[in-house]
């Protein structure tokens, strides 16, 4: 199956799909055995529920215009973050995970606009950059949980949480057990 483009005599470009006659063919005789009687089709039709039926069965675009809509729907989705900022990103993160980090801080870091680094960020890594903090967050309690003796209050604040009953919930949600529990679980 290919694409071509022709332009007519005004000038105006038209998209038009080829499909391999056997194809075709063997889409006509299902037709037919569906009941559609090709007497009374005539050939350009009979082309058209063809060519849609192909093109339904390939998930192909069928309008004139819908390879450059692709084009354009390609142009205008996000694309992923560069390792380089990235890197960055991730370096303050890490240097700054005690302290409140806004997403205007994150996209400062990479040097790039809020709503732009929203969409290439989670492009990047599949989550939103506030959720990546919390994992991050999370990550480094459960190092201090195994590492120190530092009550949860303690680390709580150490890795930025206001309080300990938001820091309990969150690391429920993430690490699917309380903090104590996990701790426990882990000296044993």
């Known amino acids: 199956m290919s694409l071509q483009l022709t332009s007519d005599f005004h000038g105006n470009t038209a998209q038009h799909q080829h499909v391999d006659p056997a194809i075709l063919d063997r889409l006509a005789k299902a037709l037919v055995e569906a009941g559609v009687n090709p007497e009374k089709l005539d050939r350009h039709a009979e082309n058209e529920k063809r060519l849609a039926i192909v093109a339904r069965l390939f998930e192909l675009p069928i309008s004139p215009n819908a390879k450059l809509e692709q084009d354009q729907r390609a142009r205008r989705a996000p694309s992923a973050l560069p390792k380089w900022r990235m890197k960055r990103v991730v370096e303050y993160v890490d240097s700054h995970i005690s302290e409140q980090i806004t997403l205007a801080d994150l996209a400062s870091a990479a040097g790039m606009s809020r709503m732009y680094f929203a969409s290439q960020?989670?492009?990047?890594?599949?989550?939103?950059?506030?959720?990546?903090?919390?994992?991050?967050?999370?990550?480094?309690?459960?190092?201090?949980?195994?590492?120190?003796?530092?009550?949860?209050?303690?680390i709580a604040l150490s890795v930025g949480f206001q309080t300990q009953a938001h820091f309990t919930t969150i690391f429920k949600k993430i690490a699917g057990n309380t903090p104590l529990r996990w701790r426990r679980e882990q000296q044993a």
């Open 121 to 154: 960020f989670r492009v990047a890594t599949g989550m939103r950059p506030h959720d990546y903090v919390l994992h991050k967050r999370i990550e480094r309690a459960q190092h201090l949980l195994c590492t120190t003796s530092e009550s949860l209050v303690e």
